[in-house]
């Protein structure tokens, strides 16, 4: 497995946060355009949420691509990244709609993309890493 990709340790942490991200975004993408939202999130709060998880989602998106990229083959990246990209929707039609597609579950993904990013800030090599060279 070494001549395939050395640094098991991170793929595993690239594949954790690319999951996050991919369930992340296959909530969001039932949210826009406003006008489609399914009412649960539509109420009070639901836009506040639907702002919130799409900027954590951008960071997180960005902060699991640039791990990969940092510490990963980029065959490696692409073919996990894919693999996850593929099967992604089978976890998020597991489950409920009401939890898709309401205010429990955007409060529920934002909780989940925080643990990743919080995962990512501390994992060796990761965000706090990264943002100690830029400054």
Known sequence: MDAIE??????AVFAALWTAACLGFLVLAGMYPARTRP?????AGGLALVALNSLLWLALAAGALAYGYAHLRLT???????LVVLF???????????FRDGRRGLAALVALQAAALAA????????????????
Not at 76 to 82: A, E, F, K, Q
Not at 88 to 98: D, G, R, T
Request: proline share 11%; glycine share 12%.
């Open 6 to 11: 050395p640094n098991l340790s991170a793929l």
């Open 39 to 43: 009412a649960a999130a539509r109420k």
């Open 76 to 82: 490696s990246l692409v073919i996990v990244g894919g």
């Open 88 to 98: 992604a929707p089978a976890p998020f039609e597991l489950l409920p709609n009401a």
């Open 120 to 135: 990512w800030l501390a994992v060796p090599g990761g965000g706090a890493a990264l943002f100690q060279h830029f400054a």
